[in-house]
């Protein structure tokens, strides 16, 4: 770590808060030493775990707050009533400067809803997007929006790209990432008029990306481009199909390892490679979805992670940070906001 670096922690999100939130900063310590934490909750639950942690106990102070953002609550009514959650205090910790990022496994829509409203979008971004990474057969590769926008205009498309580039380069350390919009083929023609308008911008040549073109599903677990484009309701469908189809495949895989007892004894030979499997696709490796657009760094880990999961959803946080993340999103817009106008898309 080239320098001090703080993160604010909802010690009390997630379904086995607090105790998989301190211990995932424990192992993300380990990695990043020169990491402080500010952890809000409740001081009763929190401080004894905190105190079976000597080495994050000496980096890190605890903020009490007796108020809890629920899994069911609505975003709106978290936004108008949770002014003192544990959700809220950490993300006003990175608003007022005394935090460089948060980190949250509670509830996803409040964490966007209060995110938006407390660190407002950047300048150009007209909506925040959910991103992350996943693996692919060529390594790994970004996809957004996945929820946060059910509809996008072309503009919305172009600054998703823009946002996706800057994060690949960030926390995936590729130099000139390709980015690809999702589509229903990969014909200039097809699509609905966002998609093309989006595409006859990107390959103008007026923004500082490497445009592929269009991708379709199967491009997706291919790694066909760095970076995958495309709306909130398709993304979350595909990331969903995506999930249930590795899970389907991994209990297929164990259940034909048990049928029998050769298969059985087979699998006594074939553990190595399967122990290299399962460490590929590990679902914990790729967790932490980011709230991109936005004027600071905010994380939302998966819910039901582990303390390992948890501990690379702050390694992203610090990624991004230590990355140069949101500079490099200010310099992209900044380009393409003095560009002149890309032709529109011919229709059909």
């Known amino acids: 770590m080239s320098g001090p670096i703080t993160i604010a922690l909802d010690a009390m999100g997630g379904d086995r808060a607090p105790d998989i939130v301190l211990r995932g900063a424990d192992i993300a310590l380990e990695r990043h030493p020169g990491a402080k934490f500010l952890l809000f909750g409740v001081e009763s639950k929190v401080a004894p775990l905190l105190a079976q942690l000597p080495r994050l106990a000496k980096v890190a102070s605890l903020h009490h707050t007796d ?3 629920a899994g069911d609550d609505k ?3 978290a936004l108008r009533a949770g002014r003192g959650t ?3 205090l950490a993300i006003d910790a990175v608003a007022d400067g005394r935090a460089d990022c948060v980190v949250s496994a509670g509830n996803t829509g409040a964490l966007m809803a209060i995110a938006k409203f407390v660190l407002k979008t950047l300048p150009g971004i007209d909506r925040p997007a959910i991103a992350t990474f996943y693996p692919t057969l060529r390594g790994e590769s970004v996809m957004l929006d996945l929820g946060a926008n ?3 205009d072309a503009e919305n498309l172009v600054q998703f790209a823009l946002m996706g580039d800057a994060f690949a380069r960030s926390v995936l350390g590729i130099v000139e990432p390709t980015v690809g919009l999702l589509n229903v083929g990969s014909e200039d023609l097809k699509g609905n008029d966002a998609v093309r308008g989006a595409a006859a911008r990107l ?7 490497h445009f592929h073109g269009f991708v379709e599903g199967d491009d ?3 790694g066909t481009v760095d970076v995958i484009v495309t709306d909130g309701f398709t993304g979350n469908v595909a990331l969903k199909t995506a999930e249930g189809t590795a899970k389907l495949f991994a209990e297929g895989l164990r259940a034909a390892f048990h049928h029998s007892p050769m298969a059985r004894f087979g699998y006594l030979f074939a553990r ?3 122990r290299k499997f399962r460490e590929r696709f590990d679902p914990r490796r790729y967790n932490g979805a980011m709230f991109l657009g936005l004027r600071g760094i905010a994380v939302k880990s998966h819910g039901s992670t582990d303390a390992f ?3 690379n959803a702050i390694g992203v946080a610090i990624d991004m940070k230590l990355n140069g993340f949101l500079e490099k999103i200010r310099a992209d817009l900044a380009r393409l906001n003095t560009a002149a106008p890309a032709p529109q898309p011919a229709a059909l």
């Open 220 to 222: 997706i677990g291919a």
């Open 75 to 77: 975003p709106s009514q």
């Open 203 to 209: 390959r103008g040549g007026l923004t500082p990306i």
């Open 67 to 69: 108020e809890i953002v």
């Open 309 to 311: 999961g948890f501990a």
């Open 86 to 88: 544990s959700m809220r």
């Open 272 to 274: 190595g490679a399967m």
């Open 150 to 152: 059910i509809e996008c």
